[in-house]
């Protein structure tokens, strides 16, 4: 087989190019600018109308909001100065009362927006500042958003649905503060409607707020280092959020005896250390975004295990938190709580100097049928066709977790549109990847006679139909090549490769091997006997749908 050599791509936030996508030029979705816009209606005195996504059924939604749906009678799209005498855009800062929800299943996503009020830096970057319903109004408002490795910049209009004068989704306490409300209405812009916000992930919200990559631990299964994870990830200026899994739609909202909401999304704050009785007790903050209901388990306000350790250390751990924020043992913590989420900052994001942070790699690539669709390893005839990336791992870790040498990264693989798709009945694809050492070879792919006889050195943990698969590695040193897959052969998609690794290349190498696309009646007929003798037949997965997800688990 014939290959085209390796195409060089400069990799890492610091040598990228600012050029369009980046936070400060962001890419204009649906090629509106925002400034001409406003400027457009300023000088004709009227408000915008957003063409793009108008005030009508098809922005809602496609089934459950669907035009012929009973959810959507009664609907009437108002702009908030009809809704009050007095809006404000944000008002004394963005606070988490900023954000209640409302009849649409997307508390994944409000979860998300909540943590943006920790960290202004982070929220003037997805809320530009300079926007009220005062100074220079003319009904149009603009948010920034990450998007399948670009920063998009999304026009709206301000007109908002509404049923018995009252906003349909995300609304502020008081009901006169209209950040939340429109940011949702952009993010709905981007993936179609807003019915394609039910359901989802924290982590997917944190990464198209930031950039940044996520990991998904699951807590009964939590690697022993995780306590030491989520201090390092709170050092890096991570955001992390947790939850307990609903096994039953009747489960949702269901408060534990200890005052916990099942299904609902949290944020982690702090992870400190306490000197309890001459003994070191691990404690993680948690916050809860809407913040009515709190753990009454130890370590919550007022418990007796406050008064055993001194009041420096309570004065360290600020504990008088505020309301709806509580401290709780990390055994606690991953007893009562299945899910953590965590969402690895790009440096970017980060002006705080004294931060180490990520250092990011990113590919664009496609699954072609007939070309580069191999499917995973279980297809061992096509699966040497996938597309192939290396990564170079130079210097180990400075203060790894284990106290063992080597070189720490992530590896994120995220597929396209997944949220536009369902408007058209489509499921995402069941994705994974592998990674295989890449030893003594120049400008050459890795083929059969490797990928077939030599195992990965690592593989993402499963193949699963989300948006992204992540996972996180501890390599020696060395050259490595990555193989994205889906889980089936012959199936067409565009995806997202991201390496964050914790120390630079110094070379700046992280290279896309790319294969010339062939047919078959190019392949010497030897050549194909032989390598059928090599493949074998294909092996057989188990299949493994879980009770309390959208998604099922392939194991190989």
Known sequence: LLHDPFV?????????????????NAVKFCQQDFETLRQECLSSGRLFEDGCFPAQSKSLGYKELGPFSSKTRGIVWKRPTELCSNPKFIDDGATRTDICQGSLGDCW??????????????????????QSFTEDYAGIFHFQFWQYGEWVDVVIDDRLPTRDGKLLFVHSEEGSEFWSALLEKAYAKVNGCYEALSGGNTIEGFEDFTGGIGEIFTLNKAPPQLFKIIQKALCLGSLIGCSIAVTS???????TTLKLVKGHAYSVTAAEEVNVRGQQVQLVRIRNPWGQVEWTGAWSDGSREWNHISQEEKSKLNKVAEDGEFWMSYSDFIRNFS????????????????????????????????????????????????????????????D????????TFLVGLMQKDGRRKRMLQQDLETIGFAIYEYKGRSNVRLGPDVLL???????????????????????????????????????NGSFVLRVFSEKKVDTSV??????EKISEKDVDPQFKEIFKNIAGSVSRSTHLLTVNQSFSLFLL
């Open 339 to 398: 899910d953590l989420e965590i969402c690895n900052l790009t440096p970017d994001l980060l002006t705080d100097d004294t931060k180490s942070c990520w250092n990011n790699y990113q590919f664009e690539g496609t699954w072609r049928v007939g070309s580069t669709a191999g499917g995973c390893l279980n297809h061992s005839a096509t699966f040497p066709s996938n597309p192939q990336f290396l990564v170079h791992l130079e210097d180990v870790d400075d």
């Open 249 to 255: 739609s009747y489960e949702t909202e269901a408060v």
């Open 109 to 130: 996503l409000l979860a998300a927006i909540a943590s943006l009020t920790l960290d202004q830096q982070i929220l003037a970057q997805v809320v530009p500042p300079g």
């Open 400 to 407: 790894p977790l284990d106290g063992k040498d080597g070189c």
């Open 8 to 24: 060089p791509i400069t990799a890492g936030w610091q040598n990228r190019a600012e050029g369009v996508g980046t936070i400060e």
């Open 453 to 491: 006889r030599q195992r990965p050195v690592a593989t993402s943990s499963t193949f699963i139909n989300r948006r992204e698969v992540c996972g996180r590695f501890t390599l020696p040193p060395g050259d490595y090549a990555i193989i994205p897959s889906t889980f089936q052969p012959h199936k």
């Open 510 to 515: 992280c290279t896309f091997i790319q294969q």
